[in-house]
């Protein structure tokens, strides 16, 4: 025997048991042995190049009211389209605000399973309100990803906690690692159209200047170029691949912002009143089949103005408030539409489950009674002139980057005709009643059908997996999964009068209680959202409200006195539910919540902070300095005449700070308590080879809305002092970041502009240092 052959023994002896049947060893090279076959691409292996591509939109405070197809005054083409080729749920169902709604979308599982049972910048230790999602309720976009699926999300996402929103995350909450290929759009609850903290993956970057057709840049038309590239580019390279495409604008959420042609369009159409407003599209969906014909229209709350008790200045205002708002809508829809066409052009939309939710909770009531410039505002309980709002108007600057406004109460409640109440109130159907279309050519025999059966948002994710062939594993990544709560709503496609299979359903938020079970409806109302402050009474003495839906489609009717062992079912009932989903213990704290004592801090018990040149870092990874004696002290190469640029800024102009350098050598510390601007400007000018520019603020009291002092220096002398008159006491932004060495968002004030605000010479840190310092000099102990 030769060696060749006595090795080839050996080796075989060895090497067969790790081998597969299939795989022969025939020789010691290649060319004595058979090649095993090539794996297949995963999506091949897993049979889907027959499986629906999937599209789910998701917008933002919409009503039940606003879109046309819904009887809506407000054109929305691909809404109605995708109504008109498919099936409109006319009782579909939200959480009642942002966070929570979009986790139980992307999970399945009710949004204290999914630890989110406030918005991310309110979550608590308590289990539910963590606002961390665990690994055991995965998202339905990773068994997609898993199996083949490219996947990608454009827009809004509200459920990455703020303290893991910086470069240095965790990321197992952030898009990429919740089932992604790729993400392009914002963190958080809300950003500017014009000028968005864009987030590519997990990189911060800075928004174009214009869109790709050279139009100015707005971000719900940069998302869609995105979408419609992203798929066009699989359809190039793997054409029998399936996309999944999650488009979730942060419209038509404040700040209400649009193309002036499309406010434009608008001007005068809302001139009648929300009162005519609400009648209209309640009889238009009588009319369209939308809603039973003995359907009710609730009566106004005492607590909102009839229409023509207005004077005339006030109508003006609030008229041109909804039209923006209307233009904002308008827009939004028409950026779907161009996805939606896209695909129809590219020959895939027969093949394509295209899930369009108007909205992730029913119209917001935030802009209080009298509409808002400014949302940071309302946030930090500063109450705007009236004079204000009647000059953005006469200007013709609402709805541009001048404001970050938001609509009067009363049109939020006209949007969600025919219901009670609006946004927050999980108590009521205004709150979480939201419009939905789905078209699926292939699957869908019906076309501009009406399902009445009750549906949730927890219904979705089993819903896609189902028409796309899949299940729900048991493990993901080594985690066991938690049971879906929803159910697929594939059993009611083609089938009008089946059974609903969704039958019970408790909702949760902010104190705000109430359960669906067979029909019926019971419900607690713990705030008045435009009236802000709750009841002075105990979660478990509210008033419990009883209807029955089978017969009273709008909750007109309330039961409760001629029904009390009925309504004492429905509470029990409710509480049941919701300690089986991780909703106890009820939390109903507003503004307290947004204490940063109650989460995890990165900068919990650290007074200095070094920040190197072009940081950029959300407020939730930052130092609280609201009403917080502080320094800022920027580190430079020896200046030279005409360096210039932003040394360090907080947020913008709708609330923030700024210290910089003028092409004079002025110094200068702005700041925008969101109704008002202050500068302060050195006295001289910066002498050539400064290597130490500083301000220090001091705050008159250690309480929120103090004044304060700011004291400019230079190579530690005096330069230049001033006063603030009133401090922001909550939150500067909820996208604008602190930026080292350039400004990224808006101006504090329009003294300078983001465009060429990158310091000119060579900015070494800025050190921003929390002091106990306060006006009269003492240090508090």
Not at 23 to 34: D, I, M, N, R
Not at 35 to 44: E, G, V, Y
Not at 477 to 498: C, I, M, R, W
Not at 563 to 592: Q, S
Request: proline letters at 5%; aromatic letters at 12%.
């Amino acid at each position: 025997m030769n060696i060749r052959k006595k090795i080839s023994i050996a080796l075989l002896s060895v090497i067969v048991p790790f081998t597969s049947q299939a795989q022969q060893v025939k020789g010691l090279t290649v060319h004595e042995s058979e090649d095993s076959p090539t794996k297949q691409l995963n999506f091949r292996e897993n049979k889907l190049d027959e499986a629906p591509n999937i599209v789910l939109v998701l917008l933002d405070d919409v009503g039940y009211a606003q879109m046309g197809h819904m009887g809506g005054q407000i054109e929305t083409p691909a809404f109605d389209e995708v109504a008109d080729k498919g099936l409109t749920y006319s009782r579909f169902h939200t959480t009642a605000l942002c966070s929570p709604t979009r986790a139980a979308l992307l999970t399945g599982r009710n949004h204290h399973k999914a630890e989110t049972g406030a918005i991310m910048e309110v979550g608590t230790g308590n289990d539910g309100y963590t606002t961390l999602l665990p690994q055991e309720v995965g998202s339905f976009a990773k068994v997609l990803q898993q199996k083949g699926y490219s996947t990608s999300w454009y827009g809004k996402n509200h459920n990455v906690p703020n303290w893991e929103s910086s470069f240095t995350g965790p990321f197992d909450r952030w898009p990429n690692d919740l089932g992604f290929d790729y993400f392009y759009g914002f963190l958080g609850g809300d950003t500017d159209q014009f000028h968005p903290a864009l987030v590519e993956d997990r990189k911060r970057i800075t928004a174009p200047d214009t869109n790709a057709d050279g139009s100015e840049y707005h971000i719900t038309t940069d998302m869609a170029d995105k979408a419609i590239n992203y798929i066009q580019s699989v359809n190039a390279v793997a054409p029998d691949k399936p996309f999944f495409v999650y488009f979730s604008p942060g419209a038509v959420h404040a700040p209400h912002q649009a193309p002036k042609e499309y406010i434009e369009k608008y001007k005068g159409r809302f001139d009648e009143g929300w009162d005519v407003y609400r009648e209209n599209v309640f009889n238009n969906m009588k009319a369209k089949g939308i809603i039973p014909a003995d359907t009710e229209l609730t009566p106004r709350p005492e607590s909102l103005p009839a229409w023509n008790t207005l004077n005339e200045e006030q109508k003006m205002v609030y008229a041109r408030m909804m039209e923006v708002f209307a233009a904002f809508t308008d827009h939004t829809d028409a950026q779907v539409k161009r996805v939606y066409d896209a695909i129809e052009d590219m020959g895939k939309m027969d093949n394509t489950i295209f899930i369009y939710i108007a909205g992730d909770n029913g119209a917001s009531a935030e802009g209080g009674m009298d509409g808002l410039l400014n949302e940071m505002a309302y946030f930090n309980g500063f109450p705007e002139k009236w004079e204000d709002k009647v000059e953005a108007v006469k200007t013709n600057r609402l709805g541009t980057e001048d404001y970050f406004n938001h609509m009067p109460a009363a049109w939020a409640w006209a949007v969600n005709s025919p219901y009670q109440w609006s946004k927050q109130i999980a108590s009521h159907l205004g709150g979480v009643r939201n419009a939905m279309a789905i078209s699926y050519p292939k699957g869908i025999e019906g076309r501009g059908e009406v399902r009445t059966q009750f549906s949730h948002v927890t219904d979705i994710a089993p819903t896609i997996l189902e028409v796309a062939g899949l299940e729900m594993p048991k493990q993901i990544d080594g985690h066991t999964q938690v049971p879906f709560d929803g159910q697929s709503l594939v059993y009611s496609f083609n089938d009008e009068k089946a059974s609903e299979q969704h039958t019970t359903q408790y909702f949760e938020i902010i104190g705000n209680l109430g359960i669906y079970h067979d029909g019926w409806w019971a419900g607690a109302l713990r705030t008045i959202p435009w009236l802000y402050d709750s009841e002075d009474v105990s979660i478990t003495d509210m008033e419990w409200e009883l209807y029955d839906l089978n017969s009273d489609f709008s909750q007109s009717k309330n039961m409760a006195k001629e029904m009390p062992e009925k309504l004492e079912y429905m509470k029990y009932l409710f509480f049941a539910e919701a300690a089986k989903a991780n909703a106890l213990p009820i939390d109903d704290r507003r503004a307290e919540r947004f204490r940063s004592t109650f989460r995890p801090s990165l900068t919990a018990g650290q007074t200095t902070f070094n920040y190197p040149n072009g940081l950029r870092l959300p407020e939730g990874a930052t130092p609280f300095t609201k009403f917080q004696s502080h320094t800022l002290e920027a580190s430079i190469q020896p200046y030279k005449k005409g360096d210039q640029g932003v040394f360090i800024t907080q947020g913008g102009r709708f609330a923030g700070f700024v210290l910089r350098v003028d092409k004079a050598g002025y110094v200068y510390y702005e700041y925008s308590n969101t109704v008002n601007q202050f500068t302060i400007k050195s006295n001289v000018r910066v002498k050539p080879g400064t290597t130490n520019i500083s301000a220090k603020v001091v705050m008159d009291a250690k309480k929120p809305y103090t004044p304060s002092t700011v004291t400019l220096f230079a190579e530690g002398k005096k330069i230049g002092e001033g006063r603030i008159g009133k401090t922001v006491p909550n939150l500067f932004s909820l996208d604008e970041t602190m930026d080292i060495g350039q400004d990224t968002g808006t101006p504090v004030t329009d003294n300078y502009k983001v465009k060429g605000s990158k310091y000119t010479g060579i900015l070494n840190k800025v050190t921003l240092e929390l002091i106990n310092e306060f006006k009269d000099n003492t240090i508090t102990k």
